[in-house]
């Protein structure tokens, strides 16, 4: 069975608050702006940390690669897309 991405972002979102992080997702992102990424995760004493979620086959739009390119140039910041296949990577990030 192949991972959506909501489910995996859910699991993702999930993983993050237990270990303390706040979470920012859209639930509904038709007013934002295109290919703002899906969810911010702010820890104190850590960078912010923007991510899109894809499933493992999944691609970017153009206007996702924008965003995310310019987030990569902020100070303070980092910047990923996550799919089902880094789980465990993506876990030993959250944890302290």
Not at 42 to 54: I, R, S, T
């Amino acid at each position: 069975m192949r991972e959506t991405e909501r489910g995996f972002q859910d699991c993702i979102v999930q993983v993050a608050k237990v270990h303390g992080w706040k979470v920012y997702h859209p639930w509904i992102s038709i007013r934002s702006a295109p290919g703002w990424p899906d969810a911010v995760f702010v820890k104190a004493g850590e960078p912010v940390v923007y991510v899109e979620f894809k499933r493992d086959d999944g691609q970017l739009t153009p206007a996702q690669d924008e965003w995310l390119d310019a987030l990569r140039q902020a100070h303070g910041t980092e910047v990923h897309v996550w799919r089902p296949k880094d789980y465990q990577r993506i876990v030993q990030r959250f944890a302290p």
